[in-house]
């Protein structure tokens, strides 16, 4: 196959700091008669692995393919087109893809004129692009985060000219407008508020493969999400790496609380938000989430580690004591507060010690819930430099313990709410047990219960009967 280089990453320009104005770009329909022709008939399949920032990316692909009739699939063999969506953020995640693109050798084989996409975080990073380019030769076509609104322009080039592409640059980015979307679910619908990270937390990919902050306007978010709100839509999650920095790169004068309560006012049922990283978190946004009915009483609130020093090496910009008084201006604030939080294991020469501070402040916080991982170096990020001599045993058994300390509030957090009634946003039916449906509750806790096809996507009560760890059962009642 022929190659065609526009862009590749480049570390140094992935670092850029000090953006003062990112430029907002308003896109026009980017279908030509080429594409349109091309498409018909031809079939789409899309994989994403990763984050919100991902699934709704790969809502925005959907909205272009389908403009011009690509049609989609569930399964790979029946694609024309294949896209994966790829996540950068630990090495297993990496691993899956290498795994799947390696899969897709022998479809490929059989059906020549099949285009193979890489696209998402994988492709920002300068060595692992290289060395996928070169280990899987019958990729047609990778691209980054920035360039997601030039699809269907790469696919007529790969198309027209028979050559692989490359166009993966590393910016501090813009914000594209006027994306067509095809949103996955009906009732549920996922935000962009803010694009990108500034925080370069010393073990992260993401500020490199995403960019810098970019806020979209209060006004083009409104509008998004005022339209959601008349298509019946029952739940809005406000997106950003890091929401509560929203604005602060725009001179309109709002910040995140202006925003949750101008969302909160146009009357959608359910308004989540994720992430909130505690630096950023203000008095007035706990003020505002206090103070309306349908944001959902929910916080996702990372903390990594609970030593000070630990996070001092990981550039958190808070010490416990700061993160500590945070939860609990939360907690005094706002009744039957949820908390969730990410929490990392075997940073780079973690005592033993500094490992307990993490024990001691999870049992103090008593989550609801919290997503736990082992430190995974990723190349380019200032942690993977330094030299590590915790064997990873000893990171195993840590996490081990770490979960068991957790599941001791999950579980309490989950028995508390047996006997009690709780609105479920009906989702399908559940996962596991075809004869279940399920849901969550605004706390954000997985429900199941006996139900049916015409409630998905309603709001029901559901009596709790019975808590698992991670799940609860329940039964619809009427009330
Ligand atoms: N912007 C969000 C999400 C970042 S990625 C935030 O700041 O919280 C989600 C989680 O992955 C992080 O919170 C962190 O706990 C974890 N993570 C990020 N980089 C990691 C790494 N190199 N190794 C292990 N976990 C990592
Ligand atoms: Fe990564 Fe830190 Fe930014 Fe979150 S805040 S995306 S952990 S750099
Ligand atoms: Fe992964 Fe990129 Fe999200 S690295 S977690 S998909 S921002």
Not at 80 to 86: K, M, P, R, S
Request: glycine letters at 6%; proline letters at 3%.
């Amino acid at each position: 196959m022929k190659e065609k280089i526009l862009n590749k990453p480049d570390l140094d320009k992935a670092k850029v700091r000090n953006v003062k104005e990112s430029p907002i770009v308003y896109l026009g329909d980017d279908s030509s008669s080429f594409m349109m022709d091309f498409a018909k008939g031809k079939n789409y399949f899309i994989r994403t692995y990763g984050c919100q920032a991902n699934i709704r990316d790969e809502e925005s692909m959907r909205g272009m393919l389908e403009s011009v009739g690509f049609n989609k699939v569930e399964k790979e063999e029946e694609a024309d087109l294949i896209i994966l969506n790829t996540c950068a953020v630990r090495e297993n995640a990496e691993d899956k893809v290498y795994g799947e693109i390696g899969n897709l050798k022998g479809l490929k084989a059989k059906k020549k004129e099949l285009i193979i996409a890489i696209c998402g975080c994988i492709p920002e990073e300068p060595e692992i692009l290289d060395k996928i380019i070169k280990t899987f030769p019958y990729v047609n076509l990778f691209f980054g985060t920035h360039e997601i609104h030039k699809l269907l322009s790469y696919i007529e080039h790969v198309a027209k000219h028979h050559e692989r592409l490359v166009a993966v640059e590393s910016k501090a980015g813009e914000v594209y407008e006027g994306m067509p979307v095809c949103r996955t679910s009906r009732y549920k619908a996922f935000v962009n508020i803010i694009y990108g990270c500034n925080k370069f937390c010393t073990y992260c990919i993401v500020p490199y493969t995403r960019g810098r902050e970019r806020s979209r306007k209060f006004d083009d978010v409104l509008e998004e999400c005022r339209q959601l709100v008349k298509e019946g839509y029952q739940e809005i999650t406000l997106l950003g790496q890091n929401v509560n920095a929203y604005g602060k790169d725009l001179d309109e004068g709002k910040d995140f609380a202006d925003m949750l309560e101008a969302v909160a006012k146009l009357g959608i049922p359910r308004l989540r938000f994720t992430t909130s990283h505690p630096w950023d978190f203000s008095d007035k946004m706990i003020d505002v989430i206090a103070k309306y009915d349908n944001i959902m009483k929910f916080i996702h609130l990372p903390v990594q580690s609970g030593n000070d020093e630990i996070l001092r090496k990981m550039g958190r910009r808070y010490n416990s004591k700061d993160y500590l008084s945070l939860v609990k201006r939360m907690k005094d604030k706002i009744p039957g507060l949820g908390l969730s939080t990410d929490i990392i294991v075997g940073f780079p020469n973690e005592t033993e010690e500094e490992f307990n501070d993490t024990l001691k402040l999870v049992d103090e916080v008593k989550y609801d819930s919290a997503f736990t991982f082992i430190y995974s170096p990723r190349r380019g990020t200032p942690a993977a430099k330094m030299e590590d001599n915790i064997d990873y045993e000893t990171k195993s058994r840590r996490f081990k313990e770490l979960v068991k300390h957790l599941e001791v509030s999950v579980n309490a957090s989950s028995e508390r709410m047996v006997g009690g009634i709780y609105k479920v946003l009906v989702d399908g039916v559940s996962k596991n047990n075809d004869d279940m449906y399920s849901g969550y509750t605004e706390s954000n806790k997985l429900v199941h219960f006996k139900g049916n096809e015409t409630l998905v996507g309603k709001i029901v009560n559901v009596k709790i009967l019975e808590s698992h760890t991670y799940s609860l059962i329940g039964e619809i009642v009427d009330e």
